[in-house]
């Protein structure tokens, strides 16, 4: 049981990844995060005049392993601890980041605290990490809050490399420079130079009379389909009839593009008319599928595909998981689809 105090409180949540390797000195091996060994690599945290408490994953996961049960035991651990932290900072491996980041949005329904995924390129331990910096800043901008003593930011993202950005408008984009992730489609909600200046105008407004509604179940049965010329019909036809499928991203071309060949409007005609729900999302970084805009989109649109508008394949397939995992009927899951629950399309909420 925790107890509160007027100082802000941070809870940190390591589940493994770059940022929390310590090099060895006297062998350099990387070893596993330790909060002891945190506090000592990066002591200005003891600066902070806040409570910051840790738990850690045991044994720590690489990223490449992250999967629903892993978020699912990410929102246990802040729906308990809800109550007695201002804010969460969870340290996270890059490589899938931007999943976890989307598939909590959809999770942690109410969310009124920040929820801050940060990593790093090189382990904390090394000379010129990037991991301190995001570390303090992502724990400052945890336990920030307005004059009227509430959140700034009570939404989940990512902070990294200077810009904290939606989790579910944030992607991947760099395996070598410090500035790995990018929110293509919408702004950042801070930039940090010498001071965090927010845009207010840009982060969600949450209702704080509405208590958090925490969500655990996914249906993983989801796949992701890449258009590229030449694609084959045998292939299209093998993955749509995969045993249990129930929904697929299909990637396009620019703006909602896709071949007209006759045989491949029948696959997926089929393969809605089965019940499997197709979201069309465009390949480009930057942009939205607009199906209404050629002929190619609105023949798409004729065989029951959705438009998944300007979302992130990261956001587009744990939505998909998430709305598959609750009971929903196929109409509902199609309308919530194209409509923004957590701010991960730009549009309005109906």
Known sequence: MYITTEYPSVLLIYTGGTIGMIENPETGALENFNFDHLMKHVPELKRFNYRISSYQFDPPIDSSDMEPSYWAKLVKIINYNYDYFDGFVILHGTDTMAYTASALSFMLENLNKPVILTGSQLPIGTLRTDGKENLITAIEIAAAKNSDGMPIVPEV??????????????????????????????????????????????????????????????????????????????????????????????????????????????????????????????????????????????????????????????????????????????????????????????????
């Open 157 to 350: 993202c990512i902070f990294f490399e200077n810009h904290l950005m939606r989790g579910n408008r944030t992607t991947k984009i760099n395996a070598e420079n410090f500035n790995a992730f990018r929110s293509f489609n919408y702004p950042a909600l801070a930039r940090v130079g010498i001071h965090i200046k927010y845009e207010p105008s840009l982060i969600l407004k949450r209702d704080a009379a509405l208590p958090l509604k925490p969500h655990y179940l996914f249906d993983a049965n989801v796949v992701i389909l890449t258009l590229f010329p030449g694609i084959q019909q045998s292939i299209v036809s093998a993955v749509l009839h995969v045993p249990g499928l129930k929904a697929v991203v299909l990637k396009t071309f620019g703006s909602g593009n896709a071949p007209q060949k006759e045989w491949f409007i029948r696959e997926l005609k089929e393969a809605t008319e089965r019940g499997i729900i197709i979201v069309n999302i465009t390949q480009c970084t930057s942009g939205a599928v607009e199906m209404e805009r050629y002929e190619t989109g609105i023949h798409l649109l004729e065989a029951g595909v959705i438009s998944g508008h300007d979302s992130t394949p990261e956001s587009a397939v744990t939505k998909l998981m998430f709305l598959l995992g609750h009971d929903l009927s196929n109409k509902e899951i199609r309308n919530k689809m194209k409509t923004s629950i957590a701010g991960e399309i730009s549009k309005s909420k109906h």
